[in-house]
C-alpha cells in the first residue's frame, strides 16, 4: 500500500444535510489512512451514520466537526444509498468497525503501531486478546480506558503525551458519538497519529456486544439489531434521529431534485407550446416577457431556448429550428434564418462545469439556410448581407475533443461573404468582408483582418463525406452532435485528415 493520501485536490465528497461525507472506496480509503500514518501525520477520521449527520444538522459546533474531518466515511448504509442517488453507483459502507479490522490486518503487515483509546478495562482485555490472535504481528503500543467524564487539562495532556511516547501511528477511538468526534477534533496536532472515530467497534471485536448479521448490514438494518439489543438506550434516538434524517433527506431532495427537475420540465414544456403558436401570437407573447421584437417578424415553428432576443425590422426565422441555451440571439434588418433543422446549442459546459457565453448575432440582409449546426459555446457572428449555402456546415466556437482543442473563441464571418455547404469552421476561425468559401472547405484559421479571400473547398470530398465508411469516426468524435446530424454531419471530421483550407 502506497503512501499517497486524499488531498482536498483529489477529494470527492458529498453534503448529506450539511455534512460533507466523501465519496471513496476501500482501497482509496485504506491507502489514505496508511499514508497519513506513514509520515505520522496528525488526522482524524470519522465513520459518518444517520445518527451522527441528524445531530450535526441540529449542532453546527458538532456540523463543524464533522466537516473539518480529514475523512468522512458513509458507516451507515442508509448515507452510502444517499451518495449513489448522488451518481456514485458503486459506493460501498465503510464502517468503523469493518475499518478497524481491515487496517488492523494492514498495519500487522506494515509494521504499523496501533493505540487502542475507549471502552472498559475488561473490553480492552478481550479485544488486545482477539486482535493478537487474529494478527499474530499486529503492534498494540496502549491500551487506555478514560475515565466516563471530561479529562481535566492536565489529564488531558498526559494522556497525549503518552500516545505520543508510545510510537503509534493509528490511535482507534472508541469514546461513543459525538463525544469521540470531539475529542479527536481538539487533539489534531497534538496527537502526532492518525486518530480513527470507530464507535463501537471495540464492543463488536471484544464479543462484548453482538453485531448484527451480515444481511441486516447490507440491508441498512444494523440500527434495529441495535436497538432491540439496547431498547432501554437506544430506542427514542433511533426513532427520533431516523424519522428526522428521512424528514431531512426528503426536504432535500424535493427542493435540490425534485422542485428543480419539475421547474426544467415546465420551462420545456412551455417552450414547446411556444413554438406551436402561430406567428404573430408568438411575436406579441415574447414581446411581453421582455424580448425586443420588431415590426413584421415573422417567426415559425421553433424551439427558443435563449435567454434575450433582440429581433430587428423584417426578420424571418423558419420552422423546424433550435435554439436551445442561448444567451442572447441578435438578428439585424431582413436578415432570415431558414427552416428546417438548424441548430443553434450552447447546452454544453467546459471542464470547470461552466456554461458556454451562447451569443448569436446575424448582420443585417443576411441569411442561413438549412440544416447547419453551430456550437455557440462563446460567439457566433454573421455580417451584413452575406450568405451560408447549401446545407449541414458545422461551426464550432467551443473544442469539444482531439483533434479539435479544448478552448472557447469566437467564429466570425465577415460583411458580404459567401459560405457554401458542408463547411466546417473550427474555433477561432474568421473570414473577412467579400470572401468566398467552396463547399467541403476546413477552415482552422482566423481571415477576418483580411478581405476578399478565397477558401477553395472540395466538393468530391464534401460528398465523399455522406458516402464515408464508419470506420474513419468514433462515437467519441460525434456524441456533441444533435442526434439527428451524427450519421451524417459527424462525418465532416475526416476532413482534418486530409482536407484542409487554402488561401
Same mark, same amino acid.
Given at each position: ?7 482536498? !485536490? ?30 505520522? !501525520?496528525?488526522?482524524?477520521? /470519522? ?50 468497525? %469493518?475499518?478497524?479490522?481491515? $487496517? ?26 482477539? +486482535? ?8 498494540? *503500543? ?5 475515565? @466516563? ?20 501511528? =493509528? =490511535?482507534?477511538?472508541?469514546?461513543? /458519538?459525538?463525544?469521540? !468526534? ?20 471495540? %464492543?463488536?471485536?471484544?464479543?462484548? #456486544? ?27 434516538? $433511533? ?19 425534485? +422542485?428543480?427537475?419539475? +421547474? ?16 404573430? *401570437? ?32 423584417? *426578420? ?11 444567451? !442572447? #440571439?441578435? *438578428? ?58 447549401? @446545407?449541414?456546415?458545422?461551426? @464550432? ?25 458542408? /463547411? ?51 462515437? %467519441?468524435?460525434?456524441? @456533441?452532435?444533435?442526434?439527428? +446530424? ?7 471530421? =475526416? ?9
Amino acid at each position: 500500500m502506497g503512501d499517497a493520501g486524499i488531498t482536498s !485536490e483529489r477529494r470527492s465528497s458529498e453534503e448529506v444535510i450539511g455534512c460533507s461525507i466523501d465519496a471513496i472506496d476501500w482501497d482509496a480509503a485504506l491507502e489514505a489512512v496508511s499514508g497519513w500514518a506513514s509520515r505520522r !501525520e496528525s488526522r482524524y477520521v /470519522c465513520h459518518c451514520n444517520v445518527h451522527s449527520v441528524v445531530t450535526a444538522r441540529r449542532d453546527s459546533r458538532f456540523q463543524q466537526v464533522l466537516n473539518g474531518a480529514d475523512m468522512a466515511t458513509p458507516d451507515g448504509m442508509p448515507i452510502a444509498w444517499v451518495l449513489r442517488c448522488f451518481g456514485f453507483k458503486q459506493q460501498p459502507r465503510i464502517s468503523g468497525p %469493518d475499518m478497524m479490522w481491515k $487496517y488492523c490486518a494492514h498495519a500487522a503487515a506494515a509494521g504499523h503501531h496501533i493505540y487502542l483509546y475507549g471502552g472498559t478495562l475488561e473490553t480492552l482485555r478481550l479485544l488486545t486478546k482477539k +486482535l493478537l490472535a487474529a494478527f499474530p504481528g499486529l503492534k498494540i *503500543v496502549g491500551a487506555e480506558a478514560p475515565p @466516563f467524564r471530561e479529562l481535566t487539562p492536565p489529564e488531558e495532556r498526559e494522556t497525549v503525551d503518552r500516545i505520543n511516547r508510545s510510537g503509534a501511528h =493509528v =490511535v482507534f477511538v472508541s469514546l461513543g /458519538c459525538p463525544r469521540q !468526534e470531539y475529542w479527536m477534533a481538539a487533539n489534531r496536532g497534538s496527537i502526532h497519529a492518525v486518530m480513527l472515530g470507530v464507535g463501537a467497534a471495540f %464492543d463488536y471485536h471484544a464479543g462484548t #456486544l453482538r453485531r448484527a448479521p451480515p444481511w441486516m448490514r447490507e440491508h441498512g438494518l444494523e440500527w434495529l439489531h441495535r436497538m432491540l439489543a439496547e431498547p432501554h438506550r437506544l430506542l427514542r434516538r $433511533y426513532l427520533v434521529t431516523n424519522t428526522l434524517f428521512a424528514i431531512y433527506i426528503a426536504a432535500y431532495f424535493f427542493r435540490h431534485v425534485l +422542485l428543480p427537475a419539475a +421547474l426544467k420540465t415546465t420551462r420545456r414544456l412551455f417552450l414547446i407550446l411556444l413554438a406551436l403558436l402561430p406567428s404573430f *401570437v408568438k411575436v406579441r407573447l415574447l414581446r411581453a416577457l421582455g424580448h425586443d421584437i420588431g415590426k413584421n417578424v415573422h417567426i415559425g415553428m421553433s424551439y427558443l431556448d435563449i435567454r434575450r432576443m433582440d429581433l430587428r425590422d423584417g *426578420v424571418r426565422i423558419g420552422s423546424f429550428n433550435y435554439f436551445n441555451g442561448l444567451t !442572447e #440571439l441578435t *438578428v439585424m434588418e431582413h436578415a432570415r434564418i431558414g427552416g428546417w433543422g438548424n441548430w443553434f446549442t450552447a447546452s454544453r459546459r467546459d471542464d470547470q462545469g461552466n456554461p458556454g457565453h451562447g451569443r448569436v448575432f446575424i448582420g443585417r440582409g443576411s441569411a442561413i439556410t438549412n440544416r447547419h449546426y453551430v456550437d455557440v459555446q462563446e460567439l457566433f457572428v454573421v455580417g451584413e448581407q452575406s450568405f451560408i449555402g447549401g @446545407f449541414g456546415s458545422v461551426f @464550432f466556437t467551443h473544442g469539444v475533443s482531439p483533434p479539435l482543442g479544448n478552448f472557447n473563441r469566437p467564429v466570425i464571418i465577415g460583411d458580404h461573404c459567401y459560405l457554401g455547404s458542408h /463547411c466546417l469552421l473550427l474555433p477561432g476561425a474568421g473570414i473577412g468582408s467579400y470572401s468566398f468559401v467552396g463547399a467541403g472547405a476546413v477552415v482552422t484559421k482566423d481571415f477576418s483582418d483580411r478581405s476578399h479571400v478565397l477558401l477553395a473547398g472540395n466538393p468530391a470530398a464534401a460528398k465523399k463525406r455522406y458516402d464515408a465508411d464508419a470506420r474513419f469516426f468514433t462515437e %467519441d468524435h460525434t456524441s @456533441f452532435l444533435p442526434r439527428p +446530424l451524427r450519421h451524417r454531419s459527424a462525418t465532416r471530421l =475526416v476532413a482534418l485528415e486530409g482536407h484542409g483550407p487554402s488561401s
